[in-house]
């Protein structure tokens, strides 16, 4: 295998319908949430994109499994997008979406943190190793690309052994985010004596609640929300394009993953109707921790212009990503998905209050019963049958 992968080493994939440089315009753009008037304010919007952390193609990590490839050179990509739209996650959860990331300045020890979360190491808890083997009970073997949907499943199915960050990860069905099971989840009780700090809270059931309290959970786990489209057949439906780039003006914006057949790249915002994207198709050396305990993580940054390419050009399969820290944060997205989302006939997903009866009972995901860590849980393919498959989602009618 590696050397069919050797190809791709110190490879950017270019593309003739990629545009590098930002045109002179009066339009503003939308980065994650924010936005910036380009004529202006450039050099401020190249420093929020720099500030992104940029995860690509690696090579000569240790072999995934022991005995599998060293690289994910050819095949990582999509893993390598779930991975930056998690970190960013990470970075609204402890450090805001605000915070900025300047070369060579010393940066928070919460920022270090996150990026150790993500080395190329068995026993980092979203590494390539544990990503590619987690796929595997998704049904794809250690090599294979994976889709938006995967990646998602698989981002859920990891957040289980993060005690760290403490994420709610909830990947939608059938094109529908349910209020409901979202709130089920992510309420938990506070810890006090004899009672577990995880113990979702059930609004419905809980006593003496006056109607000011029962709106409002005691505790809210912060959330990472993940929903899996498909926006056409062949090429995306131009119906959905001004609600997908709305998305990308929420404030709880991750953006969104997808691509092309084979190319997966993290979509981080908007300059009319062009997607601005990190991408992954780089492959750089593996990066360990120094003596010290520190990441170099220079190459942790994308510092020259980010591409960009026409929303038209997308492949109809993709993921959009948002975090809400907090439940006002989830109350907030609601309103803003019912304003201009659900406003469309042809809508893109979804968002209904209760769970749909015709649906098995929701059940908040949980760690499995076992005694290690995560990361030597997942140290072979054979501890993954604690986990069902799920099934991909549903292609929507165009």
């Known amino acids: 295998m590696e050397s069919v992968l050797s190809k791709y080493e110190n490879q950017i994939t270019i593309f003739t319908d990629y545009l590098e440089e930002f045109p002179d315009t009066d339009e503003l753009v939308w980065i994650l949430g924010k936005q910036h008037l380009l004529k202006t304010e450039k050099s401020k919007l190249l420093s929020d994109i720099s500030a992104r952390l940029w995860f690509t193609y690696r090579r000569k990590f240790s072999p995934i ?8 050179a050819g095949w990582g990509c999509m893993l390598r997008c779930g991975q930056m739209m998690l970190a960013q996650a990470l970075i609204c959860r402890h450090l805001g979406r605000d915070w900025n990331w300047e070369k060579q300045k010393e940066q928070p020890k919460e920022y270090q943190r996150i990026l150790q979360c993500f080395l190329d190491r068995k026993d980092c808890c979203y590494s390539i190793h544990q990503m590619a083997q987690m796929g595997v009970g998704e049904g794809k073997s250690i090599g294979e690309w994976f ?24 990947v939608s069905m059938d094109n529908t985010v349910v209020i409901e099971d979202i709130k089920k989840m992510c309420c938990v009780l506070p810890l006090s004596a004899g009672m577990p700090s995880e113990r979702p809270y059930d609004p419905l059931n809980a006593p003496n609640h006056n109607k000011a309290t029962s709106a409002c959970c005691p505790a809210w ?17 131009p119906v959905y394009v001004d609600a997908f780039k709305e998305c990308f003006k929420m404030p709880q914006s991750l953006g969104a993953l997808g691509g092309k057949p084979n190319n997966a790249y993290y979509f981080i915002g908007f300059l009319g109707d062009e997607l601005i994207f990190l991408d992954p198709h780089t492959t750089q050396t593996f990066v360990d921790t120094e003596e010290n305990g520190m990441v170099d993580d220079q190459t942790f940054h994308c510092l020259q212009s980010p591409q960009r390419m026409s929303i038209l050009n997308l492949d109809p399969s993709v993921a959009l990503g948002f975090f809400c820290k907090e439940e006002k944060d989830f109350d907030s997205w609601c309103n803003l998905v019912q304003k201009e989302i659900l406003k469309e006939n042809l809508r893109m997903f979804e968002l209904v209050q209760k769970h749909p009866s ?24 054979e501890q993954l049958e604690e986990f069902d498959l799920e099934e991909d989602f549903e292609i929507l009618s165009v």
């Open 221 to 237: 786990k912060p959330l990472l929300l993940i929903v899996p489209l498909r926006l056409g057949i062949n090429q995306i439906n």
């Open 147 to 170: 889709g938006p949907n995967t990646v998602a499943q698989v981002l859920k199915k990891l957040a289980l052994f993060d005690e760290w960050n403490s994420l709610a990860v909830y």
């Open 65 to 72: 499994g022991g005995t599998g490839p060293s690289s994910d």
């Open 358 to 381: 015709h649906w098995p009972p929701f059940v908040p995901p949980a760690k499995p019963e076992v005694t290690t860590t995560g990361a030597e849980f997942i140290d072979s393919t």
